[in-house]
């Protein structure tokens, strides 16, 4: 059980790396990014 939620984890930092690194490389606001992602902006920050 403690290895899938490590595993968990890393699939979460990982989705988090590329979401924010597009974000940056986009130009695009934060709040547009979140719109195109279905995301709450509150998740993002």
Not at 21 to 30: D, L, N, Q, T
Not at 36 to 43: D, G, I, P
Request: proline share 0%; glycine share 6%; aromatic share 8%.
């Amino acid at each position: 059980m403690q290895g899938q939620e490590k595993r968990r984890d890393m699939e979460k930092e990982r989705y988090w790396r590329r979401v924010i690194g597009e974000a940056a490389r986009s130009g695009v606001s934060i709040r547009r990014v979140c719109q195109q992602r279905r995301l709450k902006e509150c998740q993002f920050f």
